[in-house]
């Protein structure tokens, strides 16, 4: 097994922001030559088939991030990568009991993706998390957070001195972002002459507050025709569903679960809009912005203000405020912003950029 070898460990492949994220990375760094191991405690979700063949996929096997310890630690003593990149709380913590439990030297930087502060899991181990995190995270070689915002909390959360978490913002766009969002899209409401489409992408979950955007979006709908569609899956979908019937606009609401390319969605939108109550550096502001459609966000802990540099880029709102969400989407449609404007703002945050940053936190020089 060769020493230059870095390896990348998270709890599954599932769809969210953070395993998009860990799969940019993993291309990023294919282009540069290096060898690379995705280890996942349970190698199972939609991101699965994304991972590309020259990536080694080491399956664990267990049902669980603290179950996989041992399991991580005699892969990590067997093939000895240069550097691991953890992902998320419970992983990264994981990661550190594992790779002292191995006894080997490589270097381990954990990825925060999530405002600690802001963050309301209802999983017992959410009160754990915390504690743990600050006795663990010092023996990491760096901890990394997605935005200034995450990064600045972290280390007032933990109380850590300013400036030990580490900012790297998201790799986001690259060629294959691109290509995917000229791909055609045969759905009806995207035909020309259509009423204006709100879109929205994520897990169909609290922090995502997608009840506030339908609200919001009935609010619009009684001077406004427009319709709405909501990429994901998730638990709250008979909630959502029966806030749709609630508000009886089921025939202007559309919720067709997890899709394959949201690109190709996103750069045919009137709109994209990013309801969360909180986040870390939302991917799918970005994705959008860098497929040329116009973006409404809440002013969320942490990076829509970043992202959309105060305003500049995009209206920012408050959180759990239909009626500013409502104004701000009918604003937008009067007023968008140049799509060149956007594209060019949503690049910044490309896939070269940050594999250069990670690279140099594992002192690696590739080929």
Not at 136 to 152: E, H
Not at 298 to 303: E, F, I, L
């Amino acid at each position: 097994m060769s020493e230059r070898r870095i390896a990348f460990f998270l709890p599954t492949l599932a769809g969210g922001g953070a395993e998009r994220v860990a799969l940019n990375l993993l291309k990023g760094m294919l282009e540069r030559d290096i060898s690379l191991d995705l280890v996942l405690a349970n190698a199972e979700g939609p991101y699965l088939e994304q991972v590309p063949d020259r990536v080694r996929i080491v399956n664990l096997g267990t049902s669980g991030v603290i179950k996989a310890i041992p399991a991580l630690a005699k892969y990590l003593k067997e093939n000895r990568p240069v550097g691991l990149l953890a992902h998320m709380n419970h992983a990264n913590i994981a990661a550190i009991l594992a790779r002292d439990l191995a006894g080997v030297k490589t270097k381990l930087v954990g990825v925060e993706h999530d405002t600690l502060s802001a963050s309301k899991s209802k999983l017992r181990r959410s009160k754990l998390l915390p504690p743990m995190m600050k006795w663990l995270y010092p023996r990491a070689d760096a901890i990394v957070g997605v935005s200034q915002g995450v990064s600045t909390d972290l280390d007032c959360e933990l109380g850590f001195q300013a400036g030990t978490v580490k900012t790297i913002y998201n790799p986001v766009i690259d060629r294959d972002t691109i290509s995917k969002a000229e791909a055609p899209l045969e759905h009806p409401w995207f035909q020309a002459g259509s009423p204006p489409v709100f879109l929205a992408v994520g897990r169909l979950s609290p922090q995502k507050d997608f009840l506030n955007l339908i609200q919001a979006f009935g609010l619009l709908r009684q001077h406004q025709h427009a319709r709405l569609m909501i990429l994901g899956e998730g638990e709250m979908r008979s909630e959502l569903e029966a806030k749709i019937d609630m508000l009886g606009i089921g025939e202007d609401v559309s919720m067709p679960g997890f899709v394959q390319n949201p690109y190709a969605y996103m750069s045919h939108a009137t709109a994209f809009v990013l309801s969360s109550r909180w986040e870390g550096l939302p991917t799918v502001l970005i994705e959008a912005m860098a497929c040329g459609c116009s973006v409404i966000a809440t002013d969320c802990p942490s990076g829509p203000q970043e992202i959309l540099a105060a305003g500049k880029y995009g209206l920012l709102v408050p959180i759990e405020n239909a009626t500013a969400l409502a104004d701000a989407m009918a604003k937008t449609l009067d007023h968008p912003v140049s799509r060149a404007c956007l594209i060019e703002r949503g690049m910044y945050f490309s896939n070269e950029r940050a594999v250069a940053e990670y690279l140099k936190l594992f002192d690696y020089e590739s080929n």
